[in-house]
């Protein structure tokens, strides 16, 4: 029986985007947002948009892929994918997913996409306004835990005490993104720098994590074209292979009013050897690193469950320095990520990742033949996926 | 009656299907009760149907002692909800309950909300009864014993 596998089965031939803007501001209604995303998309991989003949996205995506492909002319709809799961935990396994649908002949051109529009919809940050509550909330909101940052805020606490790590490493990672977005003209934060005294003076938001250590809301879509292998080489631009995706989480993750037996963790325990098993690739061999940064925190362990340092040595690794863009040890977050370029869900994360193998991106690292992307720490399912040139095939 | 946050949160209730009001049941007696596998004596917490370990579904709801050790902490600042805008910071717990397998509960940290927090700290129960909410409801919160 031959090996199961995605490793250089499919490859994303085109990326595409909206603006994005400030949440609640977009001019246009969140499903024209998917719409403008998709044939962004498209057009960068030269085909007819009528011819995507797959749709994988995450996160409850309000946006129904029979009305997008009734909308669109689609001529034949093969394959329609919901990833189940919240928060950005979805965006690496939706990748995956359209992969193994074209690999596996159930479809030839599929599309990963993500649209949001939250002036349209309720805001992710905010707790929910309901006379009751039943279920795992029971337990929780009435103590005043309602928020993602209020859901995943002890997780962090508990790995910054097991390990002794500083408040320091976690400001890394929010300069970082900060650094990287102001090369970057499509980023929210172009031109609002930050530096360490306005990190150290900014408010908490909830402890560990002050303001710049949580994400964005923006409004906006992006999308990826995914298709088999081979004909991604005729395509106009340099084909981004997947050499590997994984999602999942570990033994009992969800387990209700926290009772994970893992609990400080990003969810990665799992899913990380996982995903360097199927493509063959180790933590030294990966060239720039996109981490989905609901939280900073998030990154933090997310960076060492991927085996990029270990928990003791998270103070020395995570320095500014080592994240930058293109000489640093591990460059992250290149972009700006959902810190400071704009948070799409994670997918901007994605499509960066594609930048940097194609030698587009705003901040670039040099000779990228490895490109990874860990999407949604902390929630469960987490996911993540590695990209690689047409060198590591 | 003191209560540690304002009013006007989502009051819990137990669900339709009524699982975890036995839960709910005690903790207005002020017996804290969680569930147990008969078969292979799991502790299991939240509120399930099932036993996790062994997959009997004979849990029987059983009184814990009401003490436990900080597992985790954080300091809410931000407020994501009309009620508590303007209340200032207060101190959500994680707590392990030695007495069950260390099950995990989250509550409130009662006393001053910038006080240092020690994980690993001993801490004891408080019921918190809210008798003319509507509907009727205790909450578990924890102090430092
Ligand atoms: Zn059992």
């Known amino acids: 029986m031959a090996t199961r596998t995605l490793r250089g089965q499919a490859a994303v031939a085109g990326i595409g985007e909206t603006t994005c803007y400030k949440h609640g501001q977009s001019p246009d209604a969140e499903f024209k947002l998917a719409l403008m995303a998709i044939l962004n998309a498209a057009k960068d991989a030269g085909i007819d948009p009528k011819d995507i003949d797959g749709f994988a996205s995450y996160s409850n995506d309000r946006n129904d892929p029979s009305r997008i492909a009734a909308a669109l002319g689609t001529k034949e709809l093969r394959f329609s994918n919901m990833q189940w799961g919240g928060g950005g935990g979805g965006g690496a396994a939706a990748v995956g997913n359209a992969a193994a649908a074209v690999a596996t002949g159930m479809a030839d051109c599929v599309v990963v996409f993500r649209s949001l529009a939250q002036g349209q919809f309720a805001r992710f940050g905010q707790g929910p306004q309901v ?148 493509a063959g690739v180790k933590p030294s061999e990966v060239d720039v690193l996109q981490s989905y940064e609901n939280f900073t925190g998030g990154v933090l362990m997310s960076i060492v469950e991927h085996g990029f340092c270990q928990p003791e040595e998270a103070n020395d690794f995570l320095v500014k320095d080592n994240l930058l863009a293109p000489g640093g040890k591990l460059p992250l977050n290149t972009s700006g990520g959902n810190l400071a370029e704009c948070y799409m869900h994670g997918l901007e994360l994605q499509i960066e990742a594609i930048r940097q193998i194609r030698g587009t991106a705003t901040s670039q690292v040099k000779d990228v033949d490895v490109s990874m992307v860990i999407a949604g720490p902390m929630v469960t399912p987490v996911s993540n996926c590695i990209f690689g040139s047409e060198a590591t095939l | 009656m003191t209560r540690y946050l304002p009013e006007g949160l989502a009051i819990p209730v137990p669900e339709s299907d009524g699982l975890s009001q036995p839960y709910w049941d005690g903790v207005a007696a002020e017996r804290l009760m969680v569930q147990r596998c008969q078969n292979c004596q799991t502790w299991v917490w939240g509120p399930e149907w099932i036993c996790h370990s062994c997959h009997s579904f004979d849990l029987a709801w059983t009184e814990v002692a009401p003490k436990a050790r900080i597992y985790s902490w954080e300091r809410v600042w931000h407020p994501v909800h009309p009620a508590l805008k303007g209340h200032g910071p207060y101190i959500i717990v994680l707590v392990e309950l030695p007495g069950a397998d260390n099950i995990r509960m989250i509550g409130n940290l009662l006393g001053d909300p910038k006080q240092d927090v020690p994980i690993g700290g001993s801490v004891e129960a408080v019921f918190e009864h809210h008798k003319s909410a509507n509907p009727p409801h205790t909450l578990v919160q924890w102090r430092l014993a």
């Open chain 1, 131 to 278: 006379p009751t509550i039943s279920g795992d909330m029971a337990m929780q909101a009435p103590y005043g835990l309602m928020s993602p940052a209020q859901r995943y805020a002890m997780k962090c606490m508990r790995f910054m005490h097991d390990h002794d790590v500083r408040h320091d490493a976690l400001r890394a990672i929010s300069l970082a993104s900060y650094h990287h977005a102001q090369s970057n003209p499509r980023a929210v934060m172009y031109g609002r720098p930050l530096d360490e005294a306005a990190y150290d003076a900014s408010r908490w938001i909830v402890e560990p994590w002050r303001l710049y250590d949580c994400c964005m809301e923006n409004d906006g879509a992006a999308a990826l074209i995914v298709v088999p292998a081979e004909r991604a080489k005729d395509m106009p631009h340099k084909p981004s292979y997947l050499l590997g995706a994984a999602a999942g989480s570990d033994h009992r993750c969800g387990a209700p009013s926290h009772n994970h037996p893992n609990y400080a963790s990003a969810n990665f325990a799992s899913v990380a050897p996982n995903l360097y098993r199927m």
